[in-house]
C-alpha cells in the first residue's frame, strides 16, 4: 500500500492530443518517469508536492463539469501501487496517458481505467531504444480487458520505413486508432509540411485507421 505520492502539478485545461482534443479535463501531472524522451518538455525537477489518498480524491472529486481525469506526466504507471489505493475513491472517468512500457504495472489499476492514449516511442524521435516488445505486451494487457486505446507516436522526419512498418503490424490485428503527431519544437512543427504528407501517406497506405494531429493545446497557447 502506498500513501501518498509526489505531483508536479494539478491543472484544469482542454486536452489538445488525439481523437479527444477539446474536451475539458482535470490533469495530474505525477513527477517520475522511466524515460528520458529527447522532446519531453515537462520539468520534473521542481514545483513538487506531496499529497494523501484523502487530500487528492477531495480536489478530484470536487472538480466541477470535467469530461474526465487525466493522470499524466512524466509516467503515472510509476504510481501504480498509490494509483491502485487512490483510484477506487474517484468518482469521475480515469484517462490514462501512459508511454506504453510498464504492462506489469498497468495490471495493477486497469480496472480503474477508462481510457488509454498510448505512446509508441520511436527511437528516431524519442532517442531511446527500440521498445515494441514492451507495447505489444502492454497492448495485449488492455486488449484482454477490454479498455477503450488508441496509439499516439510522436515523430520526425528520421523515422525509418522499418519504423512505420513495424508499428502498422503491431496495431493492424486490432485495428486501434493510430494518432500520429508530429514533433514540435517552441510551439513550431520541426519539418517542412512536404515531409509531414509524405510520412502521412506511408502509413495510411499501409493502415486505414491512422490521422494526423498536432498538439492543438501549444497552438492555442493552454497547457
Not at 45 to 65: F, P, R, W
Not at 110 to 136: C, P, Q, T, V, W
Not at 184 to 196: A, M
Request: aromatic fraction near 10%; glycine fraction near 4%.
Amino acid at each position: 500500500m502506498s500513501n501518498k505520492v509526489f505531483v508536479n502539478e494539478i491543472f484544469k485545461s482542454v486536452q489538445g492530443e488525439g481523437p479527444y482534443i477539446g474536451v475539458n479535463q482535470l490533469f495530474i501531472r505525477f513527477s517520475k518517469c522511466n524515460l528520458h524522451c529527447s522532446y519531453c518538455d515537462t520539468d520534473f525537477s521542481s514545483n513538487l508536492k506531496e499529497y494523501d489518498i484523502n487530500t487528492l480524491a477531495s480536489i478530484v472529486n470536487g472538480c466541477k463539469n470535467i469530461h474526465s481525469v487525466s493522470l499524466t506526466g512524466g509516467e503515472p504507471l510509476m504510481e501504480s501501487d498509490f494509483l491502485s489505493d487512490f483510484l477506487p475513491h474517484i468518482n469521475k472517468p480515469i484517462y490514462l496517458e501512459t508511454n506504453g512500457t510498464l504492462y506489469k504495472n498497468l495490471e495493477k489499476i486497469i480496472n480503474y481505467i477508462d481510457i488509454i492514449s498510448m505512446d509508441f516511442k520511436l527511437k528516431s524521435a524519442s532517442d531511446n531504444g527500440s521498445l515494441f516488445e514492451l507495447h505489444k505486451k502492454f497492448i495485449d494487457i488492455v486488449i484482454k480487458n477490454k479498455k477503450e486505446i488508441f496509439v499516439k507516436t510522436v515523430f520526425d522526419s528520421n523515422i525509418t520505413d522499418e519504423e512505420i512498418s513495424t508499428v502498422v503490424n503491431i496495431l493492424k490485428p486490432y485495428n486501434i486508432l493510430l494518432v500520429l503527431q508530429p514533433k514540435t519544437e517552441k510551439n513550431n512543427i520541426c519539418f517542412n509540411s512536404d515531409s509531414l504528407m509524405r510520412i502521412f501517406d506511408k502509413f495510411s497506405d499501409k493502415y486505414e485507421n491512422v490521422r494526423l494531429i498536432p498538439q492543438v493545446h501549444k497552438f492555442i497557447n493552454v497547457r
